[in-house]
Each structure stands twice: as C-alpha cells, then as structure tokens.
C-alpha cells in the first residue's frame, strides 16, 4: 500500500503561481512512477502530467505543458506540481497518483490516489 497526502492548493487569481506537493508513506516510494491528475466541476477527471521513477523523465498534457512543472524528491518522499500563470480553466480538484508500471496518462494505471487538494483560479 502507498498512502498520498496532496497539499498546497488554495484560491489565487489568474497568472499566479502554486506549488501542490503530495507526500507519500507504504511502500518505496522510488519503485513507482507518480502522476498528477485533476478534475473540474462536472468533468472527468484529466491527466496533467507525469514523473519517472528517477524522475529523468516527465510527460504533460498540452493545456498546462510550459506552465506546470512535475518534479520529485525521493529522499522526501514527496513529488510536486509547480503551476505558473494559473488560469481560470486550471481550477478543479488536484489528485497525485502513483503507477509501479511507469510514466502514464492513463487513470486506470495508478492503482494509489490521494484525497485531493482544491486549486480554484478567479479571473
């Protein structure tokens, strides 16, 4: 089992910054990639983007790529998302996600989530 804690959202407004972390417990958390996911009111919840293992590899969704930043820090146990130049769209709930099978966009991949952490832009 790998438990996630997302924290750091809030309400800012649009061309703000935030940066989410997600910390983790259980098992090694270097054995698995990790992901972030979010899910506005009324949508499916959507990739955002993605961190190797290693974390010498990441992959975003094109709304946030060059706006959003997936780093990790293994000895912490804990990746992040530092999103610049927020956007009314970025609002929703941020999930963090891990995969043991490697980087993926794919939800039904990561078999451990987070609880979520509420990010909310004003325009």
């Known amino acids: 089992q790998v438990q996630l804690v997302e924290s750091g959202g809030g309400l800012v407004q649009a061309g703000d910054s935030l940066r989410l972390s997600c910390a983790a417990s259980g098992r090694t958390f270097g054995n698995y990639a990790m992901g972030w996911f979010r899910q506005a009111p009324g949508k499916e919840r959507e990739f955002v983007a993605t961190?190797?293992?290693?974390?010498?590899?990441?992959w975003y969704a094109d709304s946030v790529k060059g706006r959003f930043t997936v780093s990790r820090d293994n000895a912490k146990n804990t990746v992040y998302l530092q999103m610049n130049r927020l956007e009314p769209e970025d609002t929703a709930v941020y999930y963090c996600?891990?995969?043991?099978?490697?980087?993926?966009?794919?939800?039904?991949?990561?078999?451990?989530w987070g609880q979520g952490t509420q990010v909310t832009v004003s325009s």
């Open positions: 996600a891990a995969n043991s099978g490697g980087t993926s966009n794919n939800i039904p991949s990561y078999a451990y």
């Open positions: 961190i190797s293992w290693s974390g010498g590899n990441t």
